[in-house]
Nanobody, 123 residues
Framework: QVQLVESGGGLVQAGGSLRLSCAASGRTSSRYAMGWFRQASGKEREFVAARGWSGTSTSYADSVKGRFTISRDNAKNTVYLQMNSLKPEDTAVYYC????????????????WGQGTQVTVSS
Protein backbone atom coordinates (compact mmCIF):
# COMPACT_ATOMS: atom_id res chain seq x y z
CA GLN A 1 0.00 0.00 0.00
CA VAL A 2 1.08 3.53 -0.78
CA GLN A 3 -0.36 6.59 0.92
CA LEU A 4 -0.31 9.92 -0.86
CA VAL A 5 -0.86 13.30 0.76
CA GLU A 6 -1.14 16.47 -1.27
CA SER A 7 -0.42 19.96 0.00
CA GLY A 8 0.14 23.45 -1.35
CA GLY A 9 -3.27 24.29 -2.67
CA GLY A 10 -4.96 27.61 -2.00
CA LEU A 11 -6.41 30.77 -3.45
CA VAL A 12 -4.39 32.72 -6.00
CA GLN A 13 -5.11 35.48 -8.49
CA ALA A 14 -5.03 34.84 -12.20
CA GLY A 15 -1.47 35.01 -13.48
CA GLY A 16 -0.07 33.82 -10.19
CA SER A 17 1.76 30.65 -9.26
CA LEU A 18 1.40 27.75 -6.84
CA ARG A 19 3.47 24.67 -6.15
CA LEU A 20 1.70 21.51 -5.13
CA SER A 21 3.49 18.74 -3.28
CA CYS A 22 2.61 15.09 -2.93
CA ALA A 23 4.33 13.07 -0.23
CA ALA A 24 4.29 9.29 -0.54
CA SER A 25 4.56 6.90 2.37
CA GLY A 26 4.04 3.24 3.06
CA ARG A 27 5.32 0.72 0.59
CA THR A 28 7.02 3.38 -1.44
CA SER A 29 9.29 2.76 -4.35
CA SER A 30 10.73 5.07 -6.89
CA ARG A 31 9.44 2.65 -9.53
CA TYR A 32 6.03 4.26 -9.70
CA ALA A 33 4.99 6.70 -12.33
CA MET A 34 3.46 9.71 -10.63
CA GLY A 35 0.68 11.83 -11.98
CA TRP A 36 -1.51 14.80 -11.24
CA PHE A 37 -5.17 14.96 -12.10
CA ARG A 38 -7.80 17.57 -11.38
CA GLN A 39 -11.53 17.70 -11.03
CA ALA A 40 -13.51 20.90 -11.33
CA SER A 41 -16.92 21.18 -9.76
CA GLY A 42 -19.48 19.35 -11.86
CA LYS A 43 -16.88 17.95 -14.24
CA GLU A 44 -15.05 14.68 -14.67
CA ARG A 45 -11.58 14.12 -13.35
CA GLU A 46 -8.97 14.89 -15.99
CA PHE A 47 -5.30 14.24 -16.54
CA VAL A 48 -2.91 17.13 -15.90
CA ALA A 49 0.66 15.81 -15.88
CA ALA A 50 2.70 12.67 -15.34
CA ARG A 51 6.30 11.75 -14.81
CA GLY A 52 7.74 8.30 -15.29
CA TRP A 53 9.44 6.39 -12.54
CA SER A 54 12.80 6.91 -14.20
CA GLY A 55 12.24 10.65 -13.92
CA THR A 56 13.01 11.37 -17.56
CA SER A 57 9.65 10.84 -19.24
CA THR A 58 6.93 13.43 -18.84
CA SER A 59 3.50 14.05 -20.30
CA TYR A 60 1.21 17.05 -20.02
CA ALA A 61 -2.33 17.89 -20.94
CA ASP A 62 -2.48 20.40 -23.77
CA SER A 63 -4.27 22.87 -21.51
CA VAL A 64 -1.28 23.14 -19.15
CA LYS A 65 1.71 22.71 -21.46
CA GLY A 66 4.21 25.50 -21.02
CA ARG A 67 2.63 26.59 -17.73
CA PHE A 68 2.87 23.55 -15.43
CA THR A 69 5.91 21.45 -14.60
CA ILE A 70 5.92 18.10 -12.85
CA SER A 71 9.04 17.02 -11.00
CA ARG A 72 9.94 14.40 -8.46
CA ASP A 73 12.48 13.83 -5.74
CA ASN A 74 12.73 10.08 -5.26
CA ALA A 75 14.98 10.48 -2.23
CA LYS A 76 12.16 12.36 -0.50
CA ASN A 77 9.35 10.27 -2.02
CA THR A 78 7.78 13.51 -3.15
CA VAL A 79 6.38 14.75 -6.43
CA TYR A 80 5.69 18.38 -7.23
CA LEU A 81 3.51 20.32 -9.62
CA GLN A 82 4.71 23.85 -10.29
CA MET A 83 1.84 25.84 -11.71
CA ASN A 84 2.55 29.20 -13.33
CA SER A 85 0.39 31.67 -15.22
CA LEU A 86 -2.68 30.29 -13.52
CA LYS A 87 -6.08 30.86 -15.07
CA PRO A 88 -9.56 30.76 -13.53
CA GLU A 89 -10.22 27.59 -15.53
CA ASP A 90 -7.45 25.88 -13.57
CA THR A 91 -9.70 25.99 -10.50
CA ALA A 92 -10.23 22.42 -9.32
CA VAL A 93 -9.35 19.85 -6.72
CA TYR A 94 -5.94 18.47 -7.65
CA TYR A 95 -5.12 14.84 -7.00
CA CYS A 96 -1.81 13.07 -6.89
CA UNK A 97 -1.66 9.45 -8.02
CA UNK A 98 0.83 6.60 -8.35
CA UNK A 99 0.93 4.05 -11.15
CA UNK A 100 2.83 0.82 -11.69
CA UNK A 101 3.10 1.65 -15.37
CA UNK A 102 6.33 3.18 -16.64
CA UNK A 103 4.32 6.32 -17.37
CA UNK A 104 0.57 6.77 -17.37
CA UNK A 105 -2.00 9.32 -18.44
CA UNK A 106 -5.27 7.45 -17.87
CA UNK A 107 -7.20 7.30 -14.62
CA UNK A 108 -7.57 3.52 -14.75
CA UNK A 109 -3.78 3.13 -14.98
CA UNK A 110 -3.30 4.53 -11.49
CA UNK A 111 -3.36 2.36 -8.40
CA UNK A 112 -3.14 4.84 -5.53
CA TRP A 113 -4.71 8.25 -5.03
CA GLY A 114 -4.41 11.09 -2.58
CA GLN A 115 -7.32 12.95 -1.05
CA GLY A 116 -6.82 16.06 -3.13
CA THR A 117 -6.03 19.70 -2.53
CA GLN A 118 -8.18 22.62 -3.64
CA VAL A 119 -6.78 25.20 -6.03
CA THR A 120 -8.88 28.30 -6.65
CA VAL A 121 -7.84 30.92 -9.18
CA SER A 122 -9.68 34.22 -9.00
CA SER A 123 -10.09 36.49 -12.00
Amino acid sequence: QVQLVESGGGLVQAGGSLRLSCAASGRTSSRYAMGWFRQASGKEREFVAARGWSGTSTSYADSVKGRFTISRDNAKNTVYLQMNSLKPEDTAVYYCAASKFIIATKIHQYDYWGQGTQVTVSS
